[in-house]
């Protein structure tokens, strides 16, 4: 199985790029550019289609035949404010020249042409308290269920506060039985407030034929292929994760692990 655990290559540019193939699963796609203020990227996209979603700083994009202007607005991401994101589907391209600093996350999954291109967000994204006590985290839907922006993806931003716990309790998603629960790959991009923190995540089954407990530093990106996958934020350290899921359908149902059922 490839290392779960994913670090940058470096500082600059293109510093993840994940692929079904490095992967080793069929559906979920992710890439990370960070780049300096007059950088331009872009990509074709094939079979795929993207939600770009801008981390940080402030970009002018081109995507689908159409100029989108420029998007992003928090410099931090700890800002917490809603981000600025554009969907791109499959059979075309983009382009994106920084206008400041900034961090570009790619999207990806396998596209049908269902969708038209479209900005996500800002507007129409809050930012939406889940849990309770030392499980209290915050989210930022950008394309989850209810958004019928895209034909595969599942995109969704989590602040956990320090001392919390979250993607807990413990849940799965790694069978294709709809609706008691359906098959997702997941990949979770990570940013620790102070950068120089940690956070732990774990990915493990219920028969422990896979158990991995990783430390995650800042900037890391953590494959889950399967299994529970839960993460903690050790007091003093904010966390947040950026989540692309993607399967054969575009729902996300999973059942609890049995040992902390009654949590839910």
Not at 136 to 148: G, K, L, P, S, W
Not at 163 to 170: E, L, N, Q, R
Not at 203 to 228: I, K, N, Q
Not at 232 to 254: C, D, I, Q, S, T
Request: aromatic share 10%; glycine share 10%.
């Amino acid at each position: 199985m490839p290392d779960l655990l994913c670090k940058p290559f470096g500082t600059h540019g293109k510093v993840h790029q994940i692929t079904p193939q490095s992967a080793g699963w069929r559906y979920v796609g992710f890439s990370l550019y960070r780049l300096r203020a007059g950088e331009t990227v872009g990509e074709a996209l094939g079979d795929n289609e993207a939600i770009l979603v801008m981390v940080e700083g402030k970009a002018t994009f081109d995507a689908a035949g159409q100029s989108w202007g420029e998007l992003g607005e928090r410099m931090n991401v700890f800002e917490k404010t809603p981000p600025h994101c554009l969907y791109v589907p499959n059979d075309n391209s983009w382009e994106a020249t920084a206008t400041t600093d900034c961090v570009i996350a790619v999207c990806l999954a396998p596209g049908k042409s269902g969708h038209e291109a479209r900005r996500i967000g800002p507007d129409g994204i809050t930012l939406t308290q889940r849990g309770t006590g030392t499980n209290t985290r915050f989210i930022n839907n950008i394309a989850m269920e209810n958004e019928d922006y895209c034909d595969s993806l599942l995109v969704t931003e989590v602040f956990t506060p320090a001392g919390h716990w979250s993607s807990y309790p413990s849940h799965r998603h790694d069978e294709d039985d709809f609706p008691r629960i359906t098959y997702l790959e997941e990949t979770y991009y990570h940013r620790l407030n102070p950068a120089q923190g940690f956070g732990i995540q774990r990915v493990y089954t219920e028969d422990g034929t896979l158990d991995e407990t990783m430390a995650v530093s800042d900037g890391d990106v953590v494959l889950v292929p399967r299994g529970h996958h839960p993460c903690g934020a050790p007091y003093g350290f904010e966390m947040y994760y950026l989540n692309v899921m993607a399967g054969p359908r575009r729902n996300w149902r999973f059942v609890p692990d049995p040992a902390v059922e009654h949590l839910f």
